[in-house]
């Protein structure tokens, strides 16, 4: 399968550590667009950027039960 444009430069911004990025990729995951769905993939990126204080990331992580038990 080939990478989508929008594909490629989504994973180049996740990969220098934007957290929007990262949050975006791990939404992608979590719901299989133009990459194979992987609930794991998908919790890696989003609990990465919500540990950059991501908001949205730790809403995420809250709503779906992969918050971190502090």
């Known amino acids: ?3 989508s444009k929008k594909l490629r430069t989504l ?3 996740a ?3 934007k957290p929007s990025a990262m949050y975006r990729l791990g939404i992608w995951y ?3 667009k133009q990459v194979k769905k ?3 993939k998908a919790a890696d990126w989003i609990g990465i950027a919500a540990e950059f204080g991501y908001k ?3 809403k995420w ?3 779906n039960g992969k918050g971190k038990a502090d």
Do not use: H, N, R, V
């Open 1 to 3: 399968m080939s990478k």
């Open 38 to 40: 992987s609930d794991d």
């Open 11 to 13: 994973q180049k911004q």
């Open 61 to 63: 992580l809250d709503e």
């Open 56 to 58: 949205p990331a730790q």
């Open 30 to 32: 979590s719901l299989g």
């Open 15 to 17: 990969k220098m550590l």
